[in-house]
Structure formats: C-alpha cells, structure tokens
C-alpha cells in the first residue's frame, strides 16, 4: 500500500499537470483573446477540442485496469501533454504571423493536451484508489489536489512575471521551461511507486476487470451512487468551466488590465481554491459531512459570480481581487469535498474497476469543461455583440454560471439519499489511525 511519502510523491504529478494546463486555459487563452484579437469562441473550440479527446478516459482507465500497472500510463501521459504545452505556446505566436498555420498546430496540439491529462490524470488518480488505505483516500485526493492547485498558483504568479512585456519568444520560453520540469518532476515522483513484478505479488490493482470494457462501463453505471454522482460531476463542472475561460478577458476587457495582472488575479483566484480546499481538509470532519460541505461550496459559488456580475458596473472601485479570492474559496470548498466522495466510491462496488469507475467521472467532468468553456466563450462574444456594454454582458454570463452552481447544490444534496451510505470526510487527522 502507499504511504503518506508516496501520496505526496504523487501529488507532485497532479502539480505538473496543473502547471502546464493552466498556460492553456490562462495566459494563453488571454493572449488569443486580448493581444491578438480573436474572437474568445476560437480558444473556446480549442479548450473543448481538448476536452471531447478526453472522452476516452473510461477505455484508457479500462487500459489500466486490465493491464494491472499505472505508471507507464501516466508518464506517457505527461509526456503527452508536455509535447502539446509547447505546441499550444508555439501556435499562439504563429497565429499572429500566419492564422491558418497556427490555427491548425493550436487544434493538433490541444488534442495532444486532451490525451495526455486523460491518460495520466485518470491513471493517477486509479492508483491511488486501488493503492491506499480506505482511511487514506479522502485526505489523500485533497492532498493531490492541493497540489495540483499548488501548481496553479506558483505557475500563474511567475509567468505574470516572466510574460511582460508580452512576445511570442517570451511565451514559448516559458511553456518550454515549464514542460520540461513537469517532465521530469514526474519521472522522479512515480519511480518505485509500483512493483515491478506484479505477478509475482499481486496487488489489488492487478486484478483484471473481466468481461471486457462495455460490461465493465454498464455494471458501473448501474450503480446508483455512481451515476447519480456522474450527473453531478457533469453539471457542477459545467458550471465551474463556463466561468473559466472568461474571467481573464474579464479583467482586460472591462477593467483593462495588462496580461500580467490579469494573470496574477488569476493566481489569487486558484490561492483561493487552495485556501477552500485545506479549510474543507482541516475542518470538514467536525463541521458537517462530505455532502453538506459539497452543497455549501456550490451555493457559495453562485453568490461569488453573481457579486462579479455587478463588479462591472462598480468600476475601479469594486475589489476586484478579493472577488476573484472569494470565488476560489468557494469552487475549492465544493471540489474538495467532492474529490473525496469521488476517491470513497471509487472503491466501492467490484474490484478491479477502480480505473474505469475514475475514467467515467473523468469523461463526464471532461464533456462538462469542453461545453462550459464553449459555452462560456460563446456567450461572451454573443452577449457582447447584443449588449453594448462589456460590464453588462459579461454580468449575464455571470449570472448564468450562477444559477448552473445552484442547480450543482441540489444535486449534490441527493447523492446517495435513498440508499447509499452517509459520506464523511475522515480529515487529515485519518492519517493518526491508516
């Protein structure tokens, strides 16, 4: 089994991917938008690009299952990603030289950035929940995503820095250097995680699903904590990535602000999310359960986006950043709390689908973030071409957004109500008694 050393080793995983993806869905989708003047629809279809690959997760965690080893997957994965974090960087320049050729190395790109978070991130998060203590798991999902948001906020802060004055030249420096210590950080942190002879001493994680992948996706689907959880996972994060792509533009287009600072709002909103999510590690055991913290988090993130859809009006006066903190907090209150209800029932029902059960969950949050960031790209460009003013139409997609996180809480509230059993979050202190 994995320790507490080897849940933090994995975590470091979590923060390189968070590194390079959050070039893609930040500075890069800002530049796109706001220095070279596209339209915000284009890196909208790009994100969703990446997103519809992804609904191979469940046959990649199938992959994974039936193969009884990990790690091959999540380095190549990684690798994966690297390789179109600086193919992204690259096409950004090149759409401002020749669209056509950027546009078509941005969307070969994105699909590699889709394979690659697919295959590594379901494939980590299978390890771990074949691979660690039941009493381990909650804390441990919060860890590794703590790290992954760790990763957010250390890589916007410093490529705001790096990035002004805005070129081309400076963007792919950056996504190269950033590539490149993912890369390795991951080798080192996945060495030895696994055994090397499974079959000599197999692990749960080497029994094979039987029955092939189609009869191992229909008997996950019919378990009713699974699929009700699948419903929430799609409309929470449709809510959560709607808002994603837009808020930099945001700040440039209505307050406007530099690349940079845009950036580094963007850093105070993912500090927000680490904030929400040790506040949910550190206290949810004593102060309600897993559901109870989801439902909250979701209507605190309804109140956040409908307080930034009257930010606009306000002008310079509004705090702008503190907004941006209060709306993290929330988004990582409900995903902390959610990540470990989704680590628990990753180990219920049949062995040996614990990759499969993730991949699902995966493709769901995958269509999910592909349609919001869509979505919300769109309903910008659409909102701002029927509302003369910019602080009005993205107020309505604000608003929008919002009323998606309301409708996440009631959902959440029905998770396992009939049936299933109270979900709680064990907390850090579990590690006392793994």
């Not at 030249?169 to 250097?177: E, K």
């Not at 602000?257 to 506040?279: C, Y």
């Not at 709390?337 to 180990?347: E, F, N, P, S, V």
């Not at 919300?376 to 139409?393: E, F």
Request: charged share 10%; aromatic share 8%.
């Amino acid at each position: 089994m994995i320790g507490w050393l080897g849940i933090f080793r994995l975590g470091l995983v979590q923060t390189a991917l968070g590194a390079i993806v959050v070039l893609t869905t930040s500075a890069i989708n800002r530049v796109m938008v706001v220095e070279l003047g596209l339209p915000a629809t284009i890196p909208g279809l790009l994100v969703a690009l990446h997103y519809a690959v992804q609904l191979m997760r469940p046959a990649m965690g199938y992959g994974s299952d039936a193969g009884g080893r990990r790690t091959p997957w999540i380095i190549g994965g990684v690798a994966v990603l690297a390789l179109g974090g600086v193919g992204a960087a690259l096409a950004t320049g090149l759409m401002a030289e020749w669209r056509l050729a950027g546009l078509a190395l941005a969307a070969l790109s994105f699909l590699l950035i889709g394979l690659g978070v697919g295959a590594a991130g379901t494939s980590l998060l299978a390890l771990l929940a074949a691979r660690v203590a039941p009493a381990r798991r909650a804390p441990a999902a919060t860890i590794v995503w703590l790290m992954m948001i760790f990763g957010f906020i250390v890589t916007t802060a410093l490529a705001g820095r790096f990035l002004d004055p805005f070129s081309p030249t400076r963007l792919l420096a950056v996504a190269a250097v950033v590539s490149g210590l993912a890369m390795l950080v991951t080798l080192l942190a996945v060495r030895g995680m696994e055994p090397a002879a499974p079959r000599a001493a197999p692990p749960p994680l080497a029994t094979a699903p039987q029955g092939g992948f189609r009869v191992a996706l229909a008997e996950i689907w019919g378990e009713r904590q699974a699929r009700q959880f699948t419903v929430f996972v799609f409309v929470s994060m449709l809510a959560y990535s709607a808002q994603d792509l837009i808020l930099e533009p945001f700040g440039g287009v209505v307050f406007g602000l530099s690349l940079g600072e845009t950036t580094q709002l963007a850093s105070l909103q993912h500090g927000g999310v680490f904030g929400g999510m040790i506040l949910v590690a550190l206290t949810g055991g004593r102060l309600g359960s897993l559901k109870a913290w989801t439902v909250a988090g979701c209507l605190a993130s309804a109140v956040a986006l409908f307080g930034l859809a009257g930010a606009g009006f306000a002008g310079p006066a509004w705090p702008l950043g503190a907004s941006y903190v209060a709306l993290g907090l929330a988004n990582g209150a409900f995903a902390a709390a959610a990540i470990a209800t989704m680590m628990q029932l990753a180990g219920t029902g049949r062995s040996g689908r614990e990759g499969t059960r993730m991949g699902l969950w995966g493709a769901a949050q995958a269509v999910a973030f592909g349609l919001g960031g869509l979505a919300g790209a769109g309903a910008s460009d659409l909102a701002r071409s029927l509302i003369a003013s910019a602080p009005a139409a993205y107020g309505a997609v604000f608003v929008v957004e919002g009323a998606l996180f309301l409708a996440s809480g009631l959902l959440a509230a029905r998770i396992g109500r009939a049936t299933g059993p109270r979900l709680r979050f064990e907390g850090l202190a579990a590690s006392r008694n793994g």
